[in-house]
């Protein structure tokens, strides 16, 4: 059975928005799982209210298909990766916009490269617990733990907010490199600077989101957690001051780990439904309405 999104599925040709399912997890180092993130958000979007009170629109009239999930093969990283480039390339070049879900956070590097080919250039934002700039893990440059150091080596302009995670050479690469790191001990100390995210990045961005960069306490299935995190505010916050400025030109989501607490895949579930709302705002697919509170 094909999972949808939201409580009804948008035939292909009328959807605005495809929800690129990508299961794969096989760079995972600590806790395997993520591969069953994609399912649960499905199942959980279903219990989403689908009028969204804080932006007073019901995101899924957008219009949002749910794709088939991107395959992959077993012990072959490049291979895997070739494949979500091509499906996610697919999908854009037919004019959609796309929210792949994770996955691990391997997924993000052939995603931003389907962009980049459809969409040209643009800048990112990475919201993560860790700095996943490691030129290789465990042997493998298709590691999770690689792909903004592969993104940096590319040539893209980086920002990085939540961090809590990097190793010396890590931090010392962000320096020489230009990459704008928002540490989330700062945000706890002083606040989220909103505006000086917004001005180190360009005109379009694309967004990459793991679920770690929440606080443990608010999203505990995740397979590498870390204390510390944002609030679910925070991230909302950040979301909807980018919409307001930026060309946001898409979208991950990774590494939801599911372990049986169903709460975090419901806040999983609403944080991709209110991105997608603020999408159909910004872009002028949807208006309010009534006049909400
Ligand atoms: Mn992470």
Do not use: C
């Not at 760079?27 to 199942?43: D, Q, T, Y």
């Not at 072959?76 to 956070?105: N, P, T």
């Not at 679920?211 to 870390?226: E, K, N």
Request: proline share 6%; aromatic share 8%; no cysteine.
């Amino acid at each position: 059975m094909r999972l949808i999104f939201g409580e009804r599925d948008t035939p292909y040709e009328e959807a605005r928005v495809v929800v690129l399912p990508v299961p794969y997890d096989l760079s995972l180092s600590f806790l395997p799982g993520a591969r069953r993130g994609p399912e649960a958000i499905f199942l959980a979007s279903r219990e989403l209210e689908p009028f969204l009170l804080e932006l007073g629109v019901a995101p899924e009239e957008v219009g949002v298909h749910a794709a088939e999930p991107v395959p992959w093969v077993a012990g072959m990283a490049e291979e895997s990766h070739r494949l979500i480039r091509e499906e996610a390339l697919r999908h854009l070049q037919a004019g959609k916009w796309v929210v792949a879900l994770g996955g691990d956070h391997s997924i993000t590097h052939p995603l931003v490269q389907a962009h980049r080919e459809a969409l040209g250039d643009f800048s990112l934002l990475h919201i993560d617990a860790h700095a996943d700039l490691y030129p290789e893990w465990q042997g493998s440059v298709y590691s999770h733990a690689s792909p903004f150091y592969r993104l940096l080596t590319e040539g893209f302009s980086l920002v990085q907010v939540g961090i809590r995670a990097m190793d010396r050479e890590a931090l010392r690469l962000a320096q020489e490199k230009g990459v704008a790191l928002f540490p989330a001990h700062r945000i706890h100390r002083e606040g989220l600077p909103l505006e000086e995210i917004l001005k180190a990045l360009g005109k379009r961005v694309y967004v990459s989101l793991d679920f770690d960069a929440l606080d443990p306490s608010v999203m505990p299935s995740v397979g590498t957690p870390l204390p510390g995190g944002l609030s679910y505010r925070q991230v909302v916050d950040l979301l909807e001051a980018l919409f307001q400025e930026k060309e946001v030109v898409g979208m991950d989501f990774v590494e939801l780990s599911p372990n049986g607490q169903f709460h975090a895949e419901m806040t999983a579930a609403q944080l991709v439904y209110h991105a997608i709302g603020l999408k159909g705002l910004q872009a002028g697919w949807l208006s309010q309405e009534v006049d909400h509170i």
